[in-house]
């Protein structure tokens, strides 16, 4: 039996990396005019972190995680996002006593074991920033102009911003009793996961795709009724400094999010071209207290992920993710009669790339016609086929793929042109 890339991942192919590589160069570029370092955390963390900063309850750390016992029988596992790693390593690294306030992006893959579908999968990429240590609003309008930046400048159009406040640990006890009340009165009419959140963790209700709960839970009373005075300046102050920075935020009560750890502001960028239930392209929100669920010193923090399969989704028009497999084009295919020329070839190809020109060569032995077809399959801007003759009387036939005009050049003048051309 052939062996298989595993259920939810995928490779992404010549000729479907250069956009990965667009976006990411896009994201690198951008976040470094906002003052972002980059940060690279290890794939694989104690499961201890993300049980304790996501929350026993989601469903990420319940059903998501790949969680394995190493051969000392710790358990460990394979990072199901990104903000909980970039905390510990703030904290572990002593980040937090040498800066006040500590920008880091990361690029990279993450794992959770949900059922894949379209923009879903097990392995995917995400890029991420977060700011620690500052819990100023005018910060997180910030990020999020930011944001909007990146995805404007690449070209992705129809997304929309959905903000809320999820309150803090002064005043969200209040609104999970109220909301722990009301579910209770309509348990019947609940799915089975929501009947057992009611009980462990009422928030989470908010987030139920199940058609069935969406009744009960359009009339569940809003968060942002029962925010305590300081949760509600601080909303009031984020909303202000995103209309300062002009963009349009539309206040979503139910947006709670599939994680713990947030308090305060969260927000999501969604666009309607993913689908109903997968629409979010980003996520993120403030996260002042996490720090200290994982043993760090008191720590505000805020930030996002993007899902990158999901943006190149939509910057691609695929409904697929990958093309197939494109190889490089050169700008020249070096095509050789006989052996002197390919050996010829050999060198003048080591010459051009010095000189920044991309030169490719067959190393199969194969006939002029097929070396021809793989320059056309290659998509080489020119082919230049030596001989015997060519060598001889140093006269180089360039031609164009595109038109099938021809150059002549002494092989001294080769370099020369095609840097012209280029
Ligand atoms: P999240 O909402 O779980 O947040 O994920 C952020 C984004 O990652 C989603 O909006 C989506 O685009 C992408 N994503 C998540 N799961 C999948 C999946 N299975 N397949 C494809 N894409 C996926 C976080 O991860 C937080 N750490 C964000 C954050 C950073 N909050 C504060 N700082």
Redesign the pocket.
């Given at each position: 039996m052939k062996v298989q890339s595993i259920r939810g991942t995928h490779d992404i192919l010549p000729g479907s990396v250069e956009l990965w590589q667009k976006i990411e160069a896009a994201a690198r570029d951008l976040f470094a005019l906002y003052g972002y370092a980059e940060i690279r955390t290890p794939v694989l963390e104690e499961t201890e972190l993300f049980a304790r900063s996501i929350g026993l309850e989601t469903d990420?750390v319940r059903k998501e995680m790949y969680t394995i016992e190493d051969s000392k029988g710790k358990s460990i596992t394979l990072r199901?996002?990104?903000?909980a790693p970039v905390v510990r390593s703030y904290i572990e690294n002593g980040v937090h006593s040498e800066v006040q306030v500590a920008k880091l992006y990361y690029i990279g893959p993450?794992f959770?074991h949900?059922r894949p579908q379209k923009?879903?999968?097990?392995q995917?990429h995400?890029i991420?920033a977060?700011v620690l240590g500052s819990d100023n609003p005018a910060i997180e309008a910030e990020v999020i102009e930011m944001l909007f930046r990146l995805l404007q400048q690449l070209g992705l159009e129809e997304y929309c911003l959905l903000i809320n406040s999820v309150g803090c640990p002064v005043c969200r006890p209040a609104y999970v009793n109220k909301l722990r009340e009301e579910l209770r009165a309509h348990a019947d009419e609940l799915c089975e996961e929501c009947r057992r959140r009611t009980e462990t963790n009422p928030l989470r209700v908010l987030d139920c795709k199940v058609p069935s709960c969406q009744p009960v839970i359009n009339r569940l009373p809003a968060i942002t009724d029962y925010l305590c005075e300081e949760c509600k300046e601080h909303f009031s102050l984020f909303r202000k400094y995103l209309d300062i920075q002009g963009i349009p935020g539309e206040i979503t009560p139910r947006l709670v999010?599939?994680?713990d750890y947030?308090v305060r502001t969260t927000f999501?960028i969604i666009s309607s071209r993913l689908g109903p239930t997968?629409n979010?392209?980003?996520?993120?929100?403030r996260?002042d207290g996490l720090s200290e669920l994982i043993g760090g010193p008191p720590t505000k923090?805020?930030?996002?992920?993007?899902?990158m399969?999901?943006l190149v989704l939509l910057l691609s028009g695929r409904s697929e993710l990958g093309a197939p497999y494109q190889a490089p084009a050169p700008e020249i295919f070096l095509v050789h009669l006989d052996s002197a020329a390919f050996e010829h070839n050999l060198k003048l190809a080591a010459e051009l790339r010095r000189e920044g020109i991309s030169a490719y060569i067959d190393f199969e032995g194969k006939s002029i016609k097929s070396q021809m077809r793989q320059a056309n399959r290659q998509n080489a801007t020119f082919t230049c086929v030596v001989g015997e003759s060519e060598l001889q009387t140093d006269q180089f036939v360039l031609k164009r793929m595109a038109d099938g005009s021809q150059v002549t050049l002494r092989r001294s003048e080769i370099s020369e042109y095609l840097r012209k051309e280029n």
């Open positions: 990420i199901p996002e990104g903000t993450m959770r949900e923009g879903r999968y097990r995917f995400q991420g977060e999010r599939g994680l947030y999501e997968q979010a392209l980003v996520g993120g929100g996260y923090g805020f930030g996002f992920a993007l899902g399969e999901r």
